[in-house]
């Protein structure tokens, strides 16, 4: 099944189960580690942890559990990932485990296919392949995380919750997720439900019969029958009207639907992913939305940071916007002033993303020099001074000096004593800003 042999650790206090997974993972040609309890668990790994590619690890333990065994060592240096294997009624740790970190979990009985399937995704050697080949929606640590998430998630059939402020890249979000997970071949199909008015949003999603009412005059199929086994992806779903929420919940609960004015019941086989920007958790949920069906769709929940908040993140999407608006124009633009990259840093981009990708958008149309200004990304500021919002000084002049140091160690391959050539200060200097701003791990040599 794979090319190099895994190092796996098994807790799992079943005799019988233990023996069997042992037995069948190494006929796969891994090497299997198993304790039986807990504790020796916690001791046997902390001795492996740097050579244990993964740990499968049974939630309900004879003396601890599973969740105790990988918060205890969570904080190792180099801990193993951690593959879960849960009875049902354990599914809600299980998710809450996943949150904290660990890479997925099982739900008993399983079909040893897909447990392989999931332990050859899970291990670490998968995982450092996963992060060679870079991050999908960003540099930042905060959308990384997000991103694990997601590809944890994908190979799941529950329900994901994506929260995050209008523009912040939701619905790219739910593209990965399908484009990450087996149903990718299959429609992702996406609906949102503030545009399409009330009246008329139950037979968008569920379809009509024939004569179903004034104007049906044929059988229409709804999106939930058009995702098929894909991912119907419901954005917007604090708007749902509350009688529609009812049959939304009957479609999760019990995977059946009719379509309006139909007597015949549909299976519905998507997975449904929805998304808000609005806090739909108890404490600030409206009462127009149901409780039941919150916690239905925030089975596995993800939130997608404000721009704001990620800062790594805005040179890069400036980056990115300019080369596709470029690569669709004739355009002689080089690139973003050092001013203008500062200016994107220092603003807190309220419409995030949507709002940077047409403020780069209207750059290259409107620039008339081969570097884009900040006049050019921010307009407006010339008719209405003092209608920038401010951020402190120090960040601004901290944004662009991270920016600068990185670029001249991403040219020198991390050769501190280049970089600070290129950047004209010493090394003690270049060596003091940059452990200031976190920047030492990208150090390749001092010499
Ligand atoms: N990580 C990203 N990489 C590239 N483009 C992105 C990224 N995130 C968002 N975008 C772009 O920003 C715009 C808004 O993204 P998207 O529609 O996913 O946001 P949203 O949170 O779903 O918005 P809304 O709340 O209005 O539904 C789109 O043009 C999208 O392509």
Known sequence: MQPDPARIGLVEDDP????????????????????????????????????????????????????????????????????????????????????SGAVDFMTKPFAMEEFLRRI????????????LKGYFLGESPA???????????????????ITGETGSGKEVAARLLHEVS??????????????????????????????????????????????????????EIGDMPMPLQAKLLRLIEAGSFNRVGGETCCTFRARVVSATHRDLSQRDRPSSFREDLYFRLAVLPVTIPPLRERHEDIAWLLDRFLENAASRSNTRIRGFSALAEE?????????????????????????????????????????????AAFVP??????????????????????????AASLLAISRTTLWEKMTRLGLVDRVRSTS
């Open 16 to 99: 019988v189960m233990g023996g069997s997974i042992v037995q069948r993972l190494e006929l796969e040609g891994w090497r299997v580690t198993w304790w039986q309890s807990g504790r020796d668990a916690i001791s046997g790994i902390e001795g492996l942890s740097d050579s244990l590619d993964l740990v499968i690890c049974d939630i309900r333990l004879p003396d601890i559990s599973g969740e105790v065994v990988f918060s205890e060592l969570a904080n190792l240096p180099n801990s193993p990932p951690f593959l879960f294997v849960t009875g049902h009624g354990e599914i809600d740790q299980a998710v809450r485990l996943m949150r």
């Open 120 to 131: 050859d995704a899970g291990r670490r050697t998968t995982h450092s392949q996963l992060r």
């Open 143 to 161: 959308i990384q995380h997000a991103e694990d998430l997601l590809r944890r998630y994908a190979g799941h059939d529950l329900p994901v919750l």
């Open 182 to 235: 087996p149903r990718r071949a299959e429609p992702f199909i996406a609906v949102n439900c503030a545009a399409i008015p009330a009246e008329l949003l139950e037979s968008e999603i569920f379809g009509h019969e024939k004569g179903a009412f004034t104007g049906a005059q044929q059988r229409h199929l709804g999106y939930a029958e058009r995702a098929g086994k894909g991912t119907l992806f419901l954005d």
């Open 343 to 387: 200016a994107a840093l220092a603003y807190p981009w309220p419409g995030n993303v949507r709002e940077l990708r047409n403020r780069v958008e209207r750059a290259v149309a409107l620039s008339t020099s081969e570097w884009i200004m900040p006049g050019d990304l921010f307009p407006e500021r010339a008719t209405k001074p003092g209608n």
């Open 393 to 418: 000084l120090a960040d601004v002049r901290d944004a662009a000096e991270r920016r600068q140091i990185e670029r001249a160690l991403d040219e020198t391959g991390g050769q501190i004593a280049k």
